[in-house]
Every structure is written in structure tokens, then in C-alpha cells.
Nanobody
Framework: QVQLAEFGGGLVQPGGSLRLSCAAS????????ASWYRQAPGKERELVAQ????????NYADSVKGRFTISRDNAKNTVYLQMNSLEPDDTAVYYC?????WGQGTQVTVSP
């Protein structure tokens, strides 16, 4: 069974940075797009960033452009989300998605 495990969430002050990681197992990771989504309390889950299978093409939500960077290491079956200049509105549970499978989510809280 495909497993995705996210790491790297936590509490950070506004303006700070975090790096999320998502390790995939039991999936041919390198042939699929990989995505990060987030869901804030009382809100719909939204796409944050997406990266193509080879890592050449990326897409970002307007709200995170210029602050977040998605990347991947296919040799390690891992996708990353580098988050800089974090804002309180970035507070959410962050999920990775690969091939229709989801991780359990990791909490990111941005607060003074």
C-alpha cells in the first residue's frame, strides 16, 4: 500500500521559515506529479504548489508565489516545500498528494 509521510511542520513566528518534506513509499514516485495542499480551520482544502514528475515544471497558488518553493528528489522519493516569509494566513494542515494518495498531514502554525 502506498504510504506518504509528511515532516517538518511546527510553530513559527511571522516572517519565519519552515521546510516540509514528504517521503513516499511503495509507489513509482518519479513518474507522477506531486502536490502540496493545505486546509485551514473552516476552509476548503486548497492547492498550494505542484511539481511535474521530472521537477521541471512547477505551479503555485497566487497567495504563496515568491515565498514558497516546491522541489523533489526522485532518488529519495521525496517532495519538499520550502516556506519563507510565513504569514498567519499560512496556518493550516499541510498535505502532500502523489498519484491520488495523501499523507496524514502536518500542522503549520504561524503566530507571534
Amino acid at each position: 500500500q502506498v504510504q506518504l509521510a509528511e515532516f517538518g511542520g511546527g510553530l513559527v513566528q511571522p516572517g519565519g521559515s519552515l521546510r516540509l518534506s514528504c517521503a513516499a513509499s511503495k509507489v513509482t514516485f518519479g513518474i507522477y506529479y506531486a502536490s502540496w495542499y493545505r486546509q485551514a480551520p473552516g476552509k476548503e482544502r486548497e492547492l498550494v504548489a505542484q511539481i511535474s514528475s521530472g521537477g521541471v515544471s512547477t505551479n503555485y497558488a497566487d497567495s504563496v508565489k515568491g515565498r514558497f518553493t516546491i522541489s523533489r528528489d526522485n532518488a529519495k522519493n521525496t517532495v519538499y516545500l520550502q516556506m519563507n516569509s510565513l504569514e498567519p494566513d499560512d496556518t493550516a494542515v499541510y498535505y502532500c498528494e502523489v498519484a491520488g494518495y495523501w499523507g496524514q498531514g502536518t500542522q503549520v502554525t504561524v503566530s507571534p
